[in-house]
């Protein structure tokens, strides 16, 4: 193999056992204890809770938990212990989600009083400077897409989808087609949002398989797609196989040839920064993941930033507000000015940490850094490719030989069948050496998958390290499969066998009082 | 406490061991042991039974005597009940019903049996839909989606029912082939009926997407569609499968699971039709009146000829291809990992003239195309 032993061998993982802070409360305990009302402020302002509407009220109080501030710290630093996260281990298991390095100074910028003691309800005046950083992302982001205008209103991806649906449906409106076009065709690897905005928005949806073989989405079954009832395709390239569709402008040439739109899912576009562009594809619309490519970390990272971009005659449908810059007076402004737009679909006017951060990574990189960016997470990809290709029991269905875009996503299929061993004893046991792996999110035509997308971040030791983590496990599981099968053992939970309390409506406890109301004790159902 | 039954077909798999493409029927098993065939699903059925040592005081094992369960139990040192029921010589499929009935009428929670194809087919004729079964793989043919992936799988579902896991049971298909179509090298696999099995993710030998369990929720979505979109003045011939069962449960029928019915503007104007009656019916209807709804039978996925063979080149031709409506789950079409739809009509000109791309119903507005080839 060559791979180089990892370091973290005698990682364990810290496990408090820590309980549900609703059972650490202790009735009257309290963080903060607010000062009586002064009697000469309660002379002149009354008792304000009186001034209250009844309906707006409580009868009761809220079910809180009581305790003090010391003890919330420790609960809190403990959860944090019992985790994994990018800056903790080598992430790229999370494939599709591109977790990357996210340079620490601009989080200095987000967190400077210059930005963080903004309001959004400021006068445009007095906010000239987050205004100029917004209108100065939009420029790059055009420039790296090719379309004519950037909508920052989606908070996320799944929300950039809902905001391109809904001008895909306007547009379908504004120009008398609504009862004939009334189909958005989209490919299985794409997002599964795509399918469900598209229903929410009226639309019926064709979903395209994969050639078996290529990898790539069948062009045969797509050309019996199209049709005049075609009002639009939602499509990603390369999609989370990380196989580059050479063929995308027939795709789209065929789309258009029927009167319909193109919609770009950039999403993933760590691998074609500066390669490849919407434009020249022919799409009409694309949407970016700020908070996956541009530097704001994903997966439950915090905030996100799905920006929307249009060709020219599709701007007046973009969602409002966006920032327009007026030369004569030298200002910049919130601009509603659109006939056609959506409205709104978010509050105020963008996610301004992720743009800030976006911004302050593409300046720091520049032209030929995003270049740079492309080509090492590509080159890492294919890297990672080889090495686990060369192991046994793993698989890389689809484009035999091809070298792939920025990620892959692999099988553990042929290790099941020879050791009896899947990919969730795997994910199971990986847990043991400090690292993480998913097995993405549907569909699951590939058995037993797992998704790793290296990005340009990781070195190529740490890459090795996770290598020979999972050449590792791979040996435990033709050797010795039950120390597979009975993981993890270092880590804060041990084995669970089966996910039933996600597949089982029944058993679904979101919130703390469904917990209480179906569980007693740890998890056991009431009668 | 768990009560678990057990039926060994002590035969099964002996014919695949001296290349003879299964057991069925008494001839081919003198001949399995005339080639010096030995039994080797009691070592399958141990594999799994080894592996329930450890949980051995939370269930109640219930099997039928000698070779058919009660050997291998005591071998494995696991306490047992034994069924009252003799055993003469050669064990057969007729002592694998009896055993199946038995257990079932003791209310067993799960009932193992360790077989192939053929025994699945006995399980199904006796008990069905009625019980909750899983099937330990030791047969030469495993067409069925009613088999763990192996022993080892086999136990691991069963340790986790035993241990209080909650599953939503669902059927699955028994598959079984033409044996002697088979020996001749030519696999024609039928669809004989449905089994109840755990609605486990993982394991099985037909690999399913998501969470199984939740299978019938994406059939009703389809059924959903279907219903909205019926044109009254058509008439659909409404194919066998729990998905084609769907359609006619939506619009207030029971369909007969493994027949072909006829519908007419929301009612059923045939049950359970014939070839001929098909016809009949058709003769009534102008071309491009007609439909033929079908769902993909079993893992490999086969459109016509498996399990609707009622569905003749002769009824076919009248209404395809423009008449012919596919609906399939995703997970159905997913387990195909991109293996195309296949046909095998018993006439190769009309599967040749069929091959191509077809739209598939998948869910509420929810469509694919999808290649047919022969």
């Known amino acids: 193999m060559g791979t180089t032993a990892y370091d973290n061998n005698e990682f364990h993982q810290a496990r408090w056992n820590e309980p549900v802070i609703y059972e650490l409360s202790t009735p009257g305990e309290r963080g903060i204890f607010l000062p009586e009302v002064e009697p000469e402020i309660e002379d002149l302002a009354g008792n304000v809770l009186d001034e209250l509407p009844a309906g ?172 005049e009832r075609t009002a639009a395709l939602l499509i990603t390239n390369p999609e989370d196989v990380g196989i580059y569709n050479e063929r995308i402008q027939d795709f789209t040439d065929l789309v258009h040839a029927h009167g319909g739109l193109c919609s770009y899912d950039q999403a993933n576009a760590n691998g074609i920064l500066g390669v490849t562009r919407a434009k020249e594809a022919n799409f009409d619309l694309c949407f970016f993941n700020l908070h996956k490519t541009f530097s704001s970390p994903h997966g439950c990272g915090g905030p996100g930033s799905g920006v929307v971009g249009v060709r020219d005659r599709l701007i007046q449908y973009l969602p409002v507000p966006l920032v327009s810059f007026d030369e004569k007076t030298d200002h910049y402004y919130l601009d509603y000015n659109f006939s056609k737009t959506i409205g709104k679909i978010k509050d105020f006017y963008g996610v301004i940490p992720v743009i800030v951060r976006a911004y302050a990574w593409i300046m720091s990189l520049g032209a030929r850094g995003l270049l740079e960016v492309a080509r090492v997470s590509v080159l890492n990809n294919n890297y990672v490719l080889k090495k686990l290709l060369d192991m046994r029991g793993v698989t890389a269905p689809y484009a035999d030989r091809e070298t792939r875009i920025e990620q892959v996503r692999f099988s553990f299929q042929k290790l099941k069948e020879e050791t009896s061993c899947g990919f969730g004893d795997v994910q199971r046991r990986i847990c043991d050496f400090g690292c993480h792996i998913w097995n993405s999110h549907e569909p699951f035509i590939i058995p037993e998958p797992f998704t790793i997308e290296p990005t340009e971040s990781y070195s190529k030791k740490e890459l090795d390290e996770y290598l020979a983590v999972i050449e590792q496990i791979i040996e435990e599981a033709y050797t010795e499969p039950d120390i597979v099968k009975n993981a993890p053992y270092n880590s804060v939970v041990h084995h669970i066998a089966e996910h039933k309390y996600l597949d089982e409506p029944d058993l679904w406890a979101i919130t703390w009082r469904m917990y209480k109301k179906r569980y007693n004790d740890y998890f056991k159902k009431k009668a | 406490m768990f009560k678990l039954g057990l039926i060994i077909n002590p035969i099964a798999g002996m014919g695949g061991s001296v290349g003879l493409k299964g057991t069925d029927g008494k001839e081919t098993l003198g001949l399995a042991i005339q080639k010096g065939a030995i039994p080797s699903s009691p070592e399958r059925a141990a594999l799994a039974l080894n592996k329930l040592i450890k949980v051995s005081n939370q269930f109640k094992l219930i099997t039928c005597p000698g070779v058919m369960g009660e050997d291998i139990a005591r071998k494995c040192r696991l306490d047992c009940d034994i069924l009252s029921m003799a055993l003469e010589g050669n064990t057969n499929s007729k002592d694998t019903r009896n055993a199946a009935n038995l257990l079932f009428k003791q209310s067993v929670d799960l009932l193992l049996f360790v077989g192939g194809d053929g025994t699945a087919r006995d399980l199904a004729l006796v008990i069905g839909e009625k019980q909750l079964s899983l099937g330990v793989p030791a047969g030469v043919k495993i067409h069925s989606s009613v088999f763990a992936l192996s022993p080892l799988y086999a136990a691991e579902i069963t340790e986790s029912l035993i241990r209080g896991r909650k599953t939503r049971p669902r059927l699955a298909e028994v598959m079984d082939i033409d044996e002697e179509a088979f020996r001749a090298g030519e696999v024609r696999a039928r669809l004989f009926g449905y089994l109840q099995i755990p609605g486990v993710d993982r394991g099985l030998q037909v690999l399913k997407a998501g969470s199984s369990s939740l299978e019938i929720v994406k059939q009703q979505a389809i059924a959903s569609f279907f219903a909205e979109e019926m044109n009254p003045d058509l008439l659909y011939l409404i194919g066998p499968g729990t998905t084609t069962r769907e359609l006619l449960r939506k619009i207030g029928h029971e369909g007969s699971l493994l027949g072909i019915d006829a519908l007419k503007d929301g009612a059923i104007i045939g049950q359970d039709l014939n070839e001929s009656q098909c016809l009949e019916l058709l003769d009534k209807y102008n071309p491009g009146q007609a439909r033929i709804v079908v769902t993909p039978i079993g893992g490999q996925g086969f459109i016509f000829g498996r399990g609707n063979q009622q569905l003749s080149p002769r009824v076919i031709r009248r209404v395809a291809p423009d008449g012919i409506i596919i609906v399939s789950t995703p997970d159905k079409l997913q387990a195909l990992q991109g293996r195309p739809f296949r046909i095998d009509t018993g006439d190769p000109e009309l599967d040749f003239k069929l091959a191509g791309v077809y739209h598939v119903l998948t869910g509420y507005r929810e469509s694919t195309y999808y290649r047919i080839e022969n």
């Open chain 1, 56 to 227: 707006m009220c409580r009868s009761k109080s809220p079910e809180l938990p009581e305790m003090s501030q010391m003890r919330a710290l420790k609960h809190y630093l403990r959860l944090s212990q019992e985790n994994l996260g990018a800056d903790f281990n080598v992430d790229i298991g999370q494939g599709t989600c591109t977790m990357k390095y996210s340079p620490k100074v601009n989080e200095l910028f987000v967190r400077s009083p210059k930005i963080a003691d903004l309001h959004p309800l400021q006068d445009e005046s007095t906010l000239q400077g987050v205004l100029e950083i917004m209108y100065k992302t939009e420029q790059f982001l055009k420039s790296i897409s090719g379309m004519d205008r950037i909508s920052f209103q989606p908070g996320a991806g799944s929300h950039a989808i809902l905001a391109i649906v809904s001008i895909i449906r306007a547009w379908v409106d504004a120009n008398g087609l609504t009862d004939t076009k009334d189909e958005i065709i989209t490919t299985i690897f794409s997002h599964p949002s795509n399918c469900a905005v598209a229903k929410l928005k009226g639309f019926k949806v064709v979903n395209i398989y994969a050639d078996p073989v290529t990898g790539r989405p069948d062009f045969e079954a797509f050309k019996a797609a199209v049709s």
